[in-house]
């Protein structure tokens, strides 16, 4: 088997996407992530990404408002005991393939997958004033496209029912990881609160959820009603927990 080089490896690392976004002084940069760093032990005189170099680590990105959307399905880790391997694997990229379709059609993007979990940013790379009604609409329609998947099959199983939540605020996007491995993600308290609201719909009975800071920017394309205040793990204050019922006919 030939061995990739130093060029091939360095292509083969990038992100599919290389995007545009603004710089602080108006103007543009390029922002090129990639999925994996360089292994210096193999290919040391590689440099992957200079822009905002700290010493051997790579740091660019921008503090950005999006919205970030969890989904969770419930009792998948359960059901699991019911299939080899092999089946739930098939099961759980069935349910992944659904959902992303999803979201990528609503403009945003998958940051990760969590066992049977996934975590979208609406807002980035690409900057889209729009994203917390994207990421609304995609908790509908991902609900939607779960139901289809639902359906009983020949062998008696259905896929478990699924919890959102959507959660809006300002995040750092850009490279985040190690010099070894990194790859371009959202990160700060925006996306830790989405995650703990997500959980939060399994106490509630309910299947989407989203914040006040969510609401605020889709209040009069949605209907929804307040679940109360809650304690979120991490957080010094309680947050108002919103249940996403329908969308408003526009």
């Known amino acids: 088997m030939q061995v990739p080089g130093c060029d091939e490896l360095h292509d083969l690392k990038r992100v599919v996407a290389t995007t545009r976004i603004p710089g602080a002084a108006g103007g543009e940069k390029t922002m090129s992530a990639y999925v994996l760093g360089e292994n210096p032990d193999h290919c040391s005189a590689c440099a992957p990404f200079e822009a905002g170099r700290l010493g051997h680590a790579a740091v ?137 609201l997500e959980e939060l719909n399994r106490d509630l009975g309910t299947s989407i959820v989203m914040s006040g800071e969510t609401l605020a920017l889709v209040k009069d394309r949605v209907e929804a009603r307040s679940r109360g205040r809650f304690p979120v793990r991490g957080r010094s204050g309680a947050i108002e927990v919103f249940e996403l019922l329908a969308l408003r006919p526009r």
């Open 60 to 196: 660019d990105g921008e503090v950005v408002a999006v919205s970030v959307l969890c989904a969770d399905l419930r009792g998948f880790t359960s059901a699991a005991e019911q299939f080899d391997p092999r089946h739930m694997a098939g099961l759980l990229n069935g349910f992944l393939t659904a959902m992303v379709d999803v979201i990528l059609g609503r403009r945003g993007m998958i940051q990760d997958f969590v066992g049977d979990g996934i975590l979208a940013v609406f807002g980035v790379p690409a900057h889209d004033p729009d994203h917390a009604w994207h990421a609304a609409l995609s908790a509908v329609e991902m609900q939607r496209a779960l139901q289809s998947l639902g359906q009983p099959r020949a062998n008696g199983h259905s896929m478990p029912a699924m919890g959102v939540a959507v959660h809006s605020g300002d995040v750092f996007a850009g490279t985040v990881g190690s010099p070894r491995q990194w790859k371009y993600a959202a990160v700060g308290d925006t996306v830790n609160v989405a995650f703990r």
